[in-house]
């Protein structure tokens, strides 16, 4: 674990990647989101277990470990994909069935789980319904996360499916949903106080700040995944960007000439020229992003 978490700290991951908890493994930790593990089990174990257990002098048993670790890799990725094909689907059931094989092999007294067994028929769950986000509930997972954090005073409410096996006796709403409802009313009628109402925020700006950065949520992983697709669902192809952290540049000689030919290629023509005289000339003048996020 000391190798991996200082592996953790020298690993810059892009912006659209869920940072994990540094002391993920530990009790003080507690539990991790399927994401967090998503990503430990997908970028840092591979780093870590490729650097300690892939030298020509590592012994035997790990290089088989390590090599049965990354057939989990693999599958797991790829069903993840977000578009996938029949050949892919192929890919997936030769990387889990050859985990599995010798996951046996490798650790004689481990158990053969109900999920291990639910992961060689996921080929046939891709083959009928397509990519794995169309199907898979981590939106819900979401809300059931959100809601187990929260203090019920072992008031666990009363189900709709209760309230019909009640058959005519006396039963009250909830007292937790009612909660929730109101919490939720009382939220939404204070953003938009703070946010509509300049003369309210400008009296409370500190805590203003500080509500609406409390309020920032990590929009990665899973989250935003599906946010991606809304977008595509529903065809809003707006995007909104900081003109402020654009800079005037001009394109390198060796860059205008590859510009060009890609142009061509993309569109199918050759209109394209770094000249003019022979098609329409692409300036050299260019706008820099240097940094952005998703």
Not at 155 to 177: C, D, M, N, P, R
Request: proline share 3%; charged share 20%.
């Amino acid at each position: 674990m000391e190798a991996i978490w200082a592996d953790m700290a020298r690993t810059q991951l892009p912006s659209w990647v869920t940072d994990v908890p540094r002391n993920w493994g530990t009790a003080a930790r507690g539990k991790l989101s399927a994401n967090n593990w998503r990503v430990i089990c997908t970028v840092h174990l591979p780093i870590t277990l490729i650097r300690l257990w892939g030298g020509d002098d590592t012994p035997e048993d790990r290089k088989y470990k390590l090599q049965n670790f990354m057939d989990l890799v693999c599958a797991v990725q790829i069903a993840n994909l977000r578009s996938i094909s029949k050949k892919d689907i192929e890919l997936y059931e030769y990387y889990i069935q050859h985990y599995l094989t010798d996951f046996k092999t490798l650790y004689k007294s481990a158990k053969v789980k109900p999920i291990h067994h639910a992961a060689l028929h996921y080929g046939d769950i891709l083959r009928g319904f397509g990519p794995a986000h169309t199907h898979g509930a981590a939106f819900y997972e979401r809300y059931i996360h959100s809601m187990q954090g929260e203090n019920h005073n072992m008031k666990l409410g009363l189900s709709f499916i209760y309230q019909i096996i009640a058959l005519g006796s006396h039963v009250t709403t909830g007292e937790l949903e009612l909660t929730f409802m109101r919490s939720s009313a009382r939220e939404a009628k204070l953003q938009a106080l703070l946010f509509d109402r300049s003369e309210v925020r400008e009296r409370v700006g500190e805590l203003a700040k500080t509500y609406g950065a409390f309020l920032a949520e990590d929009s990665r992983g899973t989250r935003l995944a599906h946010m991606i697709d809304t977008a595509h669902l529903t065809q809003q192809p707006d995007f909104a960007f900081d003109e402020t952290c654009l800079r005037d540049a001009t394109l390198p000689d060796a860059i205008l000439p590859l510009l060009v030919q890609f142009l061509n290629q993309k569109y199918r023509t050759t209109i394209y020229s770094t000249d003019g005289f022979h098609g329409m000339s692409v300036s050299p003048r260019a706008k820099f992003l240097d940094k952005f996020s998703l």
